[in-house]
């Protein structure tokens, strides 16, 4: 899809089609070259778990550690590396042609008391230290590594208070992405973080950051944005509200990924809003040129860090898909079989109204001051233009014969000014 140059519309949605369940989220995300993954509970693997590991092994392509590559959890000494636990889960991964996502390196919090304490110079060699040692470990194994989590205060724009901070300074995160770049060249290294969907102080200041980063030669490759959302989330605007804040970091040049998406319901929500939500990322992602990842944060409700209550995953407890699962197979099936369709019947445009007849399937230009023939484009999610053709105004266009384009109407009319229609979610 492509940003228009003005607030996106609201009144479109998107019909996806019910499908049946013919093959699993990995298949249909390896078709498209979408890293599709999610974070796995240590103990599964570990523990053998079969029904877990093998819808794991089944559905997705990617995984990350939801803990075990921790700090505190990987080197509660100093001359103490315990690699057992993620090395299973590595190990699981590579058996099973998946790739693996390392989180994290610097992170304010689960840390042990010998990487976090000191001096600001004590403190720089320590993190040194815990990068080379963990990334050297791993070297050619991961794609990506998540540097730096959860640097940026929630409010007012500003770092997040911590030992890295006011000790060092804000180029702490400067020095963790260059130590990490000597310890594993091949690997592609992000700044990853949460409350950042959306244009905010936060997500502001996260991009003021790495665009610094670039400039001063600072090896970033991406941003991670972890979505941790609610259903109260899920607008007509909700698509154009994450796309526009996606859109100024793809700009940059820098990879997007979705790090740790879960949805928690809330009170007068249901499962199909949260599919809504689900789909409405994945739709966003997929739309971006240099979107690589989508990961689910846990397999199961149970497992969710949000508690069981907030039903916030793709599959139920008992490891069932739930509409959100749907939702996302559904993108991942048809990224270019999705029909727009106006509420209102019509959005205004500078050359006429674009008017969607459901009835028959339709769309026309109507013009009737200008009268003249108009180019519509239709671009697929991932930007791809898939039809064009030449409409003569108020005459109608079967969208049967561009089903195979749809995600972005452009519509071009001789000697004026391309006007961008996004088809967007709700």
């Not at 550690?65 to 090395?87: H, T, V």
């Not at 050297?136 to 730096?148: E, L, M």
């Not at 790495?210 to 607008?235: A, D, Y």
């Not at 069932?320 to 749907?326: L, N, S």
Request: hydrophobic fraction near 40%.
């Amino acid at each position: 899809m492509r940003l228009i140059g003005f607030p996106l519309p609201s009144l479109f949605t998107i019909v996806i089609s019910v499908i049946g369940r013919t093959e699993p989220l990995r298949y249909y995300a390896e078709k498209i070259g979408l890293n599709i993954g999610v974070a796995i509970k240590e103990t599964y693997i570990t523990g053998n778990n079969q029904t877990h590991n093998n819808l794991v092994r089944t559905e997705f392509n990617t995984i990350v550690c939801e803990n075990a590559m921790k700090a505190q959890n990987i080197a509660p000494a100093q001359n103490s590396y315990n690699f057992s636990a993620a090395d299973q889960v590595v190990n699981f991964a590579l058996q099973n042609q998946m790739k693996v996502r390392g989180h994290t390196l610097v992170w304010y919090n689960q840390n042990p008391s010998w990487l976090s304490g000191g001096s600001r110079q004590s403190l720089l060699s320590n993190m040194k230290y815990h990068i080379e040692k963990v990334m050297g470990h791993y070297k050619g194994k991961f794609y990506h590594w998540d540097v730096v989590n959860e640097a940026f205060a929630d409010e007012g724009g500003g770092y997040r208070s911590c030992p890295w901070y006011t000790i060092i300074g804000e180029d702490y995160i400067d020095s963790a992405f260059v130590y990490a770049r000597r310890a594993d060249p091949g690997c592609k290294l992000f700044l990853n973080d949460y409350n950042n969907s959306y244009i905010n102080d936060k997500s502001t200041a996260i991009y003021n950051k790495v665009k610094k980063m670039l400039e001063n030669g600072i090896p970033v490759h991406g941003v991670g944005f972890q979505c941790h959302e609610r259903t109260s989330k899920m607008t007509p605007e909700l698509f154009g509200r994450i796309k526009e804040n996606f859109d100024r970091f793809a700009a940059l040049g820098l990879e997007i990924a979705i790090t740790e998406i879960d949805i928690r319901t809330e009170s007068g929500s249901n499962a199909k809003v949260q599919a809504e939500v689900y789909a409405t990322f994945l739709r966003v992602g997929m739309s971006m040129p240099k979107f690589t990842t989508f990961m689910i944060w846990g397999v199961r409700d149970q497992d969710s860090w949000t508690g069981a209550e907030q039903n916030a995953l793709i599959f139920d407890n008992s490891f069932r898909p739930k509409p959100a699962y749907d939702s996302l197979l559904a993108v991942l099936k048809y990224p270019t079989s999705l029909l727009p369709v106006d509420r209102r019947a019509h959005y205004l445009t500078q050359l006429g109204d674009l008017v969607f007849n459901p009835a028959n399937n339709t769309v026309r230009v109507n013009d009737p001051l200008l009268n003249r023939p108009a180019v519509l484009e239709m671009f697929d999610l991932r930007g791809a233009r898939m039809a064009k053709v030449t409409l003569r105004a108020n005459y109608p266009l079967p969208l049967s014969s561009m089903k195979t384009a749809p995600g972005t109407a452009v519509i071009k009319a001789p000697g004026t000014t391309m006007r961008r229609i996004s088809v967007v979610g709700r």
